[in-house]
């Protein structure tokens, strides 16, 4: 079982960043994969960026590579989401997932946090 807090969301101005941390419980953390994904109002949750249980492979969404970075530290069961040059479309609300497979698809991940609001002004 893994229990899943986000935090680091909030207002930010087109171009700016944001870093989001996401803890987990549980001292398995370090043998799942993580992802992040995101669902902004009216539409469906979307695949962000994962990364494998070792930190050492990495996927991105094409709508944020370049912009986004994933990393993961095992030692504080912690994992993140560098935003940078953020843009209004970015606004949503953001999910870490822990799950078996870095993959872009939310059925392979397990457990899910409650997320967290990131909204980005023009």
């Known amino acids: 079982q893994v229990q899943l807090v986000e935090s680091g969301g909030g207002l930010v101005q087109a171009g700016g960043s944001l870093r989001l941390s996401c803890a987990a419980s549980g001292r398995t953390f370090s043998s799942y994969a993580m992802g992040w994904f995101r669902q902004a109002p009216g539409k469906e949750r979307e695949f962000v960026a994962a990364?494998?249980?070792?930190?050492?492979?990495?996927y991105y969404a094409d709508s944020v590579k370049g912009r986004f970075t994933i990393s993961r530290d095992n030692a504080k069961n912690t994992v993140y989401l560098q935003m940078n040059s953020l843009k209004p479309e970015d606004t949503a609300v953001y999910y870490c997932?822990?799950?078996?497979?870095?993959?872009?698809?939310?059925?392979?991940?397990?457990?899910w946090g409650q997320g967290t609001q990131v909204t980005v002004s023009s």
């Open positions: 990364i494998s249980w070792s930190g050492s492979k990495t």
């Open positions: 997932a822990a799950g078996t497979w870095a993959g872009p698809r939310d059925t392979e991940y397990d457990y």
